[in-house]
């Protein structure tokens, strides 16, 4: 069996040899150990998940936790480790009693994600997490909710079949401590399969959230993923879509609302393989306070990747002088029939549109808002024709946060 | 007939490069009038429009603006729309996000802090407004002035007038851009929705509008001031002989000095 690996920085392109970034790593004398990952076995019915644990922490051990500048993390004391129950609309098969279909995703598909040392702590210690298959739930919507109240180290796979279509809308509540949650999330997206997740990020302002994604789009097969993240102390998607037969469509709707002292840290890497496939990526997000947003979007279009799109475009609203939004679009083409456009751009609150507002009563402060508001209100109107109850969710968290 | 506004020797210049764009405007409104501006492009014509408004953009150097005899000069733009000063734009805003009847519900709710209506009789009144000016009842759900036509966005603004239903209504070119029919609408509009209470100051630049909407006067605007007043006459004339009659006034004005 063939194994993918995908991450952001590939050294090759062409002709030309990138030099790959070495993250500074720092050990945890806390950090997840042998004890546990064999007590985990010890009480796990699932040798085939097993080992594919025991093969993960080889990796893991060796790893210290990153530092992270940007979005300043130094390091990392991993929480006492538990199992958990994650609350879900539907009954759900957890990973951890997953058949060979399951592991043989986990087998096949891996990548570095936000990092390798999040991804590697998620498969081999994850204490929560499901297998859904789209056959199953065809057609259907599921809900899950996390509370970061407790400490969730999650690894989900998705399976879509050919011809299913699944709706998936994973809601995290945030603390007002400092909760965490990990994530791996593999999707295989057969032919003709249609996958939409919501991921809605509502963090309290000193959670960490590392969501780790990766899709493997087969023909004419189509993912939408709606990425919402309000606040946190970090809160860092890696989002990894790869196009790897004809026809594969994807939209990535990254939407940001940083406040106080939060990090956003996002990257969407979606590469191109198959013909004819379409993918793009329009973020927006507004920034208060001393908040802080890192937008990388990655396109990158492999050789034979003939007539794709790729299109990716960002806006960050800037409301506050000492917050810092920083975008950094990439555009990696190796194939020259391709059409591909990125655009970025940070503004702040448009002097002629606040003045129009205000000739019809509105106040600045009142204006400011609307205007702020305005940014997430086509996201919102959109989940709304999806799933009105998180819109409505959406909504009034934004409107009380903005 | 009480005096509603009063502008009094208006200077002001513009805050970016301080040069001086009213240079001396006086102008009395009384309830029920409706007082037409008339100048070439160029004449700052709007400029005088947004000062009343208190943009941001200018700052008065001397004079004073006048409603119901107090100085609002130390009032913020939402302050002055508050106290039922309306200005419709040349060039309305287009805001992405926000939607039209929202932000009409809103703008009324703003204007008429103490009236307490239910939503459902606000937004009765928003169709039923958008019904007078023939905007399409499907434009209520779009945001605010975008995707609309130059028309459509004119016919917004003067919904808004109906709407909100001011004291002062300042219209800044709403003639402009609008084919026959759109203007007879617009024309027929402000008819109905002004109000013996309302003092209306049409800004334009063609005599066309008046033809519809009749002026009690006509007010000559040149160089930041107002150089003549007179009747509808007035426009007849700068219809027929153009703004040569302006550069003649100007000349004299010129010569007097």
Redesign the interface.
């Known amino acids: 069996m063939n194994t993918v690996y995908e991450k952001p920085t590939v050294n090759v392109h062409g002709d030309l040899l990138m030099v790959e970034h070495i993250t500074e790593r720092i050990n945890s004398e806390k950090d997840y150990n042998k004890d546990i990952i064999d007590n985990i076995i010890k009480n796990s019915e699932n040798s085939d998940l097993s080992k594919i644990r025991l093969f993960k922490f080889s990796e893991y051990e060796k790893l210290g936790f990153p530092v992270w500048k940007r979005a300043k993390l130094n390091g990392f004391d991993p929480k006492n480790y538990k199992k958990i129950n994650i609350k879900t609309n539907l009954p759900l098969i957890n990973t951890e009693s997953a058949g060979i279909e399951a592991m043989e995703i986990l087998g096949v598909y891996d990548f570095e994600g936000a990092d390798r040392k999040f991804v590697l702590m998620s498969d081999a210690f994850f204490n929560s997490g499901f297998y859904i298959n789209g056959k199953d739930y065809n057609n259907k919507e599921i809900v899950i909710n996390y509370d970061l109240n407790e400490n969730i180290i999650e690894n989900t796979i998705i399976k879509m079949p050919e011809n299913t279509n699944l709706r998936i809308i994973r809601i995290i509540n945030g603390t007002k401590n400092d909760g965490f949650k990990n994530n791996v999330l593999r999707g295989v997206l057969e032919k003709n399969s249609s996958l939409t997740i919501i991921n809605v990020n509502i963090l309290g302002e000193n959670d960490i959230n590392i969501d780790n994604e990766f899709f493997d789009l087969k023909e004419n097969s189509s993912l939408n993923i709606f990425d919402l993240h309000i606040s946190g102390k970090i809160s860092s998607p890696h989002i990894v879509v790869r196009f790897s037969e004809k026809n594969a469509k994807a939209n990535i709707k990254p939407y940001f609302l940083g406040y106080g002292n939060t990090v956003t840290d996002m990257l969407y890497l979606m590469r191109f393989y198959g013909k004819d496939t379409f993918g793009s990526i329009n973020g927006k997000g507004v920034l208060k306070d001393t908040a802080k947003s890192v937008f990388r979007g990655f396109l990158d279009l492999k050789k034979g990747a003939k007539e794709a799109t790729a299109d990716e475009s960002e806006y960050t609203l800037v409301l506050s002088e000492k917050a810092r939004a920083e975008a950094i679009p990439s555009l990696l083409v190796d194939e020259n029939e391709v059409n591909a456009a990125h655009a970025a751009s940070v503004g702040t609150i448009?002097?002629?549109?606040l003045?129009?507002?205000?000739?019809?009563?509105?106040?600045?402060e009142?204006?400011k808002k609307?205007?702020s508001?305005?940014?997430?209100?086509?996201f919102i109107d959109e989940i709304e024709q999806l799933h009105p109850e998180t819109a409505e969710v959406i909504r009034n968290v934004i409107i009380s946060k903005i | 007939m009480s005096v509603l506004f009063e502008i009094k020797n208006l200077k002001a210049k513009i805050v970016e490069d301080g040069r001086m764009i009213l240079n001396g405007v006086n102008l009395t409104i009384n309830e029920g009038e409706v007082h037409a501006i008339m100048g070439p492009n160029g004449s700052g014509k709007s400029t005088l429009a947004n000062v009343i408004m208190g943009s941001s953009k200018y700052e008065i150097t001397e004079g004073d603006i006048l409603f119901r005899g107090e100085s609002i000069l130390g009032l913020s733009t939402d302050k002055r729309a508050k106290l039922g000063i309306f200005m419709s734009f040349q060039a309305p805003e287009e805001i992405n996000g926000v939607k039209m009847r929202q932000f009409l519900m809103n703008s009324y709710r703003n204007i008429h802090e103490n009236d307490d209506s239910t939503a459902l009789k606000i937004s009765r009144n928003i169709t039923s407004f958008a019904e007078t000016v023939s905007m399409d009842n499907e434009f209520l759900d779009r945001y605010v002035n975008t995707g609309f036509s130059g028309g459509e966005k004119k016919k917004s603004e003067i919904l808004q007038m109906g709407l909100l239903n001011p004291y002062i209504t300042i219209l800044d070119e709403i003639d402009s851009g609008l084919d026959v029919d759109a203007l007879r609408i617009v024309a027929e509009s402000i008819n109905k929705f002004k109000t013996a209470q309302m003092g209306v100051i049409m800004i334009t630049h063609y005599q066309r509008i008046l033809n519809l909407v009749e002026p009690d006067f006509v007010h000559v605007y040149s160089n930041g001031q107002i150089i003549k007043t007179g009747d509808f006459q007035l426009a007849k004339d700068i219809e027929e002989n153009g703004y040569s009659i302006v550069k003649e006034l100007a000349g004299l004005t010129a010569d007097g000095e």
């Open positions: 448009n002097e002629d549109k003045y129009y507002l205000m000739t019809r009563g509105f106040s600045t009142e204006a609307l205007i508001m305005a940014i997430f209100e086509p």
